[in-house]
């Protein structure tokens, strides 16, 4: 029995010695350490002999057992370090292989746009007045001085949501002009004997329920602005609508303003600047004119003025309103207004 076990200890590191993969190194296991393995045999053996050889046949065999699993566990060691040594051999770091670029995002365009105006405006010291993007009928029409049934309270116009009433429904703001009346009640309620001075700009999405073509989208930016003070004049609109077209196109860019109408202002004007393309020759971009359309403006509404808290007797101010998306289209004579939200990258990574 113990030259049995001799032996097969002898056989076992033999056979182990030629072990060169994980896979044999299993096999080699299941045959040499498994239930059936010559020493697993030795053990169930062991009750077959007399009382007196049991204890040193018994002892003998753990020996053999220990020393196998001991062999085994040295030989796996030694595979691993070679494989990882072999690994280092065969996959070397080529580190004079030029870096992977990481894709960097960028500004939408009129995000980049709604960005000059306010730094333009910030300068002239215009301040940023945000409010929400679903409003009231009251705020967004009726204190705004529209008329019951001017066209733009239809319903085709607008998007309604739930959870207002029947006499004052809730929908997403058609305008940024809601935020007038919000910041001059805030004014008015900071200090009601004297109230101050507002000078805001007040940028945002606005929504309309319309048929979307390449003129005209669903939901789309506004710039609009608000001065409110005492003696507050036209001819400050007109220096302040000037000054800005002259920073956002260019030093030399002339201006001219039409008369217009729009609820919440009186009077009313246009505003168009000298075509940038022609130089005011005509061209198709200012559809021959020499002139291009960029925003509505006015002296603030006495009605409007009310409403917001100021006396029409005391105060004045004047509004203006623009769109990025079409200033935006005119500087890079982008033609169609559904590229905006087409998040098509041949379109995007161009600006
Ligand atoms: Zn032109």
């Given at each position: 029995m113990l030259d049995e076990l001799k032996s097969i200890e002898k056989d076992g590191l033999a056979t182990l010695e030629k072990v060169a993969s994980e896979a044999d190194l299993q096999a080699w296991r299941t045959k040499h350490l498994g239930r059936n393995s010559a020493v697993m045999q030795a053990f169930k053996n062991?009750?077959?002999?007399?009382?007196?050889?049991?204890p040193a046949a018994g002892q003998a065999a753990n020996q053999v057992k220990v020393a196998l699993e001991g062999a085994l566990a040295k030989r796996e060691t030694a595979l691993k370090a070679g494989r990882v040594a072999q690994s280092l051999e065969t996959e070397q770091v080529d580190v004079t292989l030029p870096g992977r670029r990481v894709p960097l995002g960028r500004l939408h365009p009129v995000t980049q746009t709604m960005r000059e105006i306010r730094r333009i405006f910030a300068e002239m010291g215009f301040q940023v007045y945000r409010s929400r993007d679903v409003e009231t009928d009251v705020y967004n029409f009726q204190l705004l001085n529209f008329p019951p049934n001017h066209p733009a309270r239809e319903m085709q116009d607008s998007f309604y949501v739930e959870g207002g009433s029947d006499e004052n429904p809730l929908l997403l703001r058609t305008h940024t002009s809601p935020g007038q009346i919000h910041a001059m009640r805030e004014a008015v309620a900071r200090d009601p004997d004297n109230p101050s001075p507002v000078?805001?700009?007040?940028?945002?999405?606005?929504?309309?329920?319309?048929?979307?073509?390449?003129?005209?989208?669903?939901?789309?930016?506004?710039?609009?602005?608000?001065?409110?003070?005492?003696?507050?004049?036209?001819?400050?609109?007109?220096?302040?609508?000037?000054?800005?077209?002259?920073?956002?196109?260019?030093?030399?860019?002339?201006?001219?303003?039409?008369?217009?109408?729009?609820?919440?202002?009186?009077?009313?004007?246009?505003?168009?600047?000298?075509?940038?393309?022609?130089?005011?020759?005509?061209?198709?971009?200012?559809?021959?004119?020499?002139?291009?359309?960029?925003?509505?403006?006015?002296?603030?509404?006495?009605?409007?003025?009310?409403?917001?808290?100021?006396?029409?007797?005391?105060?004045?101010?004047?509004?203006?309103?623009?769109g990025p998306e079409r200033l935006t289209m005119l500087r890079y004579r982008i033609e169609d207004i559904r590229y905006f939200w087409r998040n098509d990258l041949r379109f995007l990574e161009q600006f």
């Open positions: 062991l009750g077959a002999l007399g009382k007196d050889e049991r000078r805001i700009i007040l940028p945002g999405m606005c929504y309309r329920y319309e048929q979307i073509t390449a003129r005209s989208e669903i939901q789309f930016t506004q710039v609009e602005g608000l001065a409110v003070g005492k003696r507050i004049t036209f001819g400050d609109l007109k220096g302040t609508l000037s000054d800005f077209a002259r920073r956002f196109f260019n030093p030399d860019v002339r201006t001219r303003f039409r008369a217009s109408h729009f609820p919440f202002t009186e009077p009313s004007a246009e505003m168009d600047v000298e075509c940038f393309v022609c130089g005011g020759e005509g061209c198709p971009v200012c559809k021959q004119t020499g002139w291009l359309e960029i925003l509505g403006s006015g002296m603030v509404h006495p009605n409007v003025l009310r409403n917001g808290g100021y006396d029409p007797e005391v105060y004045s101010g004047f509004a203006f309103g623009m």
